[in-house]
């Protein structure tokens, strides 16, 4: 069966002159060892890996014109300082645990955990660039959304400036400097509700 599955792949994929071009490519684990043995050269732009080595690998057989990726989709934790990583336009992160050691202006965590207000800490010791986004969820219902944003804000109310932009639904606004501020807010849709949080000019 193995040897079956890998002639059929050499012969759709293997040593082609002209880059195959996809929109998608998901990798699993138990079909990496297959495609990777092959000579490929792909073009893709949206890429869903679920193990760690992936990374060393794709290299080999992703065309250069692959890059950036415009989402990279991670079911496992990586090295997050592998250049395929820090230059993918949107990185998909299994769970808020990593928050503070990603360094994408554009990440959005699955589900929570662990805790995850340490990538706020840190935007405000160290700084962000404006523009960047990152977002966890989606929620079953709202409610847990909103009670996020408001631990959020009774959290960082004592040590720094936290305006509250409007009731609903709720949003804060942390003040990071003169010129850039944490906008914090839930999208108001019921099924699979996002927590938001956005790198932005200071609005006064």
């Not at 300082?81 to 808020?96: D, G, K, N, Q």
């Not at 699979?192 to 956005?198: A, E, P, W």
């Amino acid at each position: 069966m193995n040897f079956a599955m890998e002639y059929i792949i050499d012969k759709l994929l293997g040593d082609r002159c002209v880059p195959i071009t996809v929109e998608t490519l998901q990798i699993s684990v138990d079909r990496v060892h297959y495609i990777f043995s092959k000579n490929l050269n792909m073009i893709c732009k949206n890429l869903d890996v679920s193990i760690i080595e992936t990374g060393v690998t794709l290299d080999t057989i992703l065309h250069t014109s692959s890059y950036p990726l415009k989402s990279l989709s991670l079911s496992n934790t990586w090295a997050f300082a592998h250049p395929i990583i820090l230059t993918a336009e949107l990185l998909i992160v299994p769970t808020s645990d990593h928050f503070h050691r990603i360094t994408n202006a554009r990440v959005h965590a699955i589900s929570l955990s662990g805790d995850f207000k340490l990538f706020i800490y840190e935007w405000l010791e160290n700084g962000r660039e404006i523009g960047t986004e990152f977002t966890i969820g989606g929620f079953r219902g709202r409610d847990y959304a909103k009670k996020m944003v408001c631990d959020i804000k009774e959290e960082f109310d004592e040590r720094f400036q936290v305006v509250r932009r409007s009731h609903f639904p709720l949003s804060i606004a942390i003040k990071m400097n003169d010129f850039s501020e944490i906008y914090v807010f839930y999208d108001d849709i019921m099924e699979r509700s996002k927590v938001y949080f956005k790198v932005q000019p200071t609005q006064f």
